[in-house]
C-alpha cells in the first residue's frame, strides 16, 4: 500500500474550495511527485476564489462543481470527471467534503443530526458508490501489483472527534453530538470490510483498492473554527 502520488495519474478531492480540502490541492499541486490531473470539486465553483486562483497558474487542476448531497450534482459530476480521466479512469477519491453544526445537548436538533448524517456520512458513502466504475477502470490500467494510487484508492477524511477513546477528558469539551456521531459511523465505511489495519480498510467487495480513514486533527480553518463556535461547510 502507497500513497506515492508519481504513479499517480489522477486524484479528485471534494469541498476543495477552503480549509483542508483547498490546502490538499495546494500540497499536491506543489510537490515534484504529483498527479497529472488534480479534481477539485466546490459546491459554488465560483465562489471559490483562491481555487480558482490556484487553477489559472495549474493547468493539470480541474475544477468540477459537486454537491455531495445531491444525486443529481453527483451524476453530473461523474460525467464531466469521465471526460477529464479519460480511459485511464480515476485513481484516487478523496471523500474530504462535510459539516458541522456546534450543538450541545440542550441544543441540538433532529434537523441538526439529519443534515450532518446526510453529508458526513451517507454521501462519501453514495459518492464513492458513483464514482466506483472509474476507480475500477483505473485499476485495472494501472501498472504494478499491490494496492496504492498507482491502482485505485478512496480516502475518508474522518475526525478525531468521531475516536470513542478520545472523547474523555479535555476533548469531552467539545460537544458537537451530530458531528461525532457522523464521523463515527463513517469509520463503518466501506460495508462489509474484509480486515482493517492501522485505519485502513481492504474491502472484500474490491479487493482490487484500498479504503483509507484519515483523521488529520483539529486545523486552524474556518471549519475548525467552528468548533469554538458557529455553523460552517
Not at 506543489?30 to 486562483?53: G, V
Not at 479487493?207 to 469554538?228: D, E, K, R, Y
Request: net charge positive; with cysteine.
Amino acid at each position: 500500500m502507497t500513497l506515492n502520488f508519481s504513479k499517480c495519474q489522477s486524484v479528485l478531492i471534494t469541498g476543495a474550495s477552503r480549509g483542508l480540502g483547498l490546502q490538499m490541492v495546494k500540497q499536491l499541486v506543489s510537490n515534484a511527485e504529483r498527479p497529472k490531473k488534480i479534481i477539485a470539486t466546490a459546491r459554488k465553483p465560483e465562489e471559490a476564489q483562491d481555487l480558482q486562483q490556484l487553477a489559472k497558474s495549474h493547468p493539470d487542476i480541474h475544477i468540477v462543481p459537486l454537491d455531495v448531497v445531491s444525486d443529481a450534482s453527483i451524476d453530473a459530476a461523474v460525467k464531466e470527471v469521465s471526460s477529464i480521466v479519460g480511459p485511464a479512469g480515476l485513481n484516487c477519491l478523496i471523500n474530504n467534503a462535510g459539516i458541522l453544526i456546534d450543538t450541545d445537548l440542550n441544543t441540538v436538533t433532529r434537523d441538526a443530526m439529519t443534515k450532518t448524517f446526510e453529508s458526513n456520512t451517507v454521501a462519501p458513502l453514495f459518492v464513492t458508490k458513483a464514482f466506483l466504475p472509474l476507480l475500477k477502470t483505473a485499476a485495472a490500467a494501472g501498472q504494478g501489483s499491490g494496492m496504492g494510487v498507482h491502482r485505485s484508492a478512496v480516502v475518508n477524511i474522518s475526525s478525531l472527534l468521531g475516536s470513542i477513546q478520545l472523547n474523555w477528558g479535555e476533548a469531552a469539551n467539545f460537544k458537537t453530538y451530530a458531528y461525532r456521531v457522523s464521523k463515527i459511523r463513517m469509520m463503518m465505511d466501506p460495508p462489509a470490510p474484509a480486515n482493517i489495519t492501522n485505519g485502513t480498510t481492504l474491502s472484500s467487495d474490491h479487493p482490487w483498492s484500498f479504503f483509507v480513514h484519515n483523521q488529520p486533527g483539529i486545523l486552524l480553518t474556518i471549519f475548525g473554527a467552528c468548533l469554538f463556535g458557529g455553523n460552517t461547510r
